[in-house]
């Protein structure tokens, strides 16, 4: 089985890495953002980004944190992005191998796509987008206790202003202030719906 998975994810990054960078259009509740995706450069990434949306897996996923300069006291790495995450009754593909931003030049600038991750070749579904320079999400920060770094993969060409407005969405309390969870204060109190993403051919 592995080995069959093996194959049809070469098949994938082969048609993707060979074609042009392919676009996307993100339809939200707040208006439409429209990603240019690196497959030239992150193609595993890509083509595991492509094949949830063409499953329609980012069907009514949200933006379900923000990560702001004041919700993060607990992190002394900081960042800046918004995380997207699918419904529980998505089905998962196989975790990717991890593409470091050492290797594929790819640096989390505002607007990146990056895979979001536990440890290192762990990404499934969910993504975030930066805003404004993010080097700790690079390889080589400890943000990541491994110092792997996260996979960038693409980035926002149009609709940043949505980006930043969710970002700015108000977040749930921390619910024990002296024992602060990794995430805890950054989660989004009305998580916002993608009701689709498409590929813009």
């Known amino acids: 089985m592995k080995k069959i998975f093996l194959a049809v994810m070469g098949l994938m990054v082969a048609t993707v890495a060979n074609a042009q960078n392919p676009k996307v259009k993100m339809i939200t509740e707040k208006g439409e953002i429209i990603a240019e995706l690196y497959a030239d450069k992150a193609p595993i990434s890509v083509a595991n980004f492509l094949r949830y949306v ?16 004041d919700n993060q006291i607990q992190n002394k790495i900081k960042i800046e992005v918004v995380q997207i995450g699918v419904d529980d009754s998505v089905e998962h593909f196989d975790p990717i191998p991890l593409e470091r931003t050492r290797d594929t ?4 600038v505002d607007g990146t796509l990056s895979m979001a991750r536990g440890g290192a070749d762990t990404a499934t579904a969910s993504f975030s ?21 996260f996979a ?7 609709g940043m202003e949505i980006v930043r407005e969710i970002q700015l969405a ?14 805890a204060g950054q989660m989004i109190v009305n998580p916002v719906v993608i009701h689709t993403i498409e590929r813009l051919e």
């Open 105 to 108: 030049g790819i640096n989390h």
């Open 170 to 183: 108000e977040t749930v309390p921390p619910a024990d202030p002296d024992n602060l969870e990794f995430t």
């Open 152 to 158: 960038a993969f693409g980035r926002v060409i149009s």
């Open 54 to 69: 063409d499953a329609k897996g980012y069907d009514n996923a949200t933006f379900f944190r923000a990560v702001r300069m």
């Open 129 to 149: 987008i930066a805003i404004n320079e993010n080097p700790n999400l690079d390889f080589g920060s400890m943000r990541a206790s491994d110092g792997q770094g």
